[in-house]
Nanobody, 122 residues
């Protein structure tokens, strides 16, 4: 079964950090672009960052640049999202997803995890 599973969410105070993990399994992901998205309560899904499986291309949403870092460990089939200087507005469910395209559009991603909740208190 092809799947991605996120973990690492939790409750953190403003200014704190979290590292999210996304483990992919079930097939070869050598041509897959992995993206992180988030959706806050009552808000639309928002692109966060993406990384190609060979790591040559990384792209961030403007609001995440300088605070979030996406990385990957091919040996572990895992993609990470290091989040620093978290603010209450970062509170959301964070999703990992896979696509064959280098795209920020969620509709172009066909493989989604169940999400992990990040809550930032003020």
């Amino acid at each position: 079964q092809v799947q991605v599973v996120e973990s690492g969410g939790g409750l953190v105070q403003a200014g704190g950090s979290l590292r999210l993990s996304c483990v992919a399994s079930g097939r070869t992901f050598s041509n897959t672009v992995m993206g992180w998205f988030r959706q806050g309560s009552g808000k639309e899904r928002e692109f966060v960052a993406l990384i190609t499986w060979n790591g040559e291309r990384i792209y961030y949403a403007d609001s995440m640049k300088g605070r979030f870092t996406i990385s990957k460990d091919n040996a572990q089939n895992t993609v990470y999202l290091q989040m620093n200087s978290l603010q209450p507005e970062d509170t959301a469910i964070y999703y990992c997803a896979g696509s064959s395209l280098q795209t920020t559009r969620g509709s172009d991603y066909g493989l989604w995890g169940q999400g992990t909740q990040v809550t930032v208190s003020s």
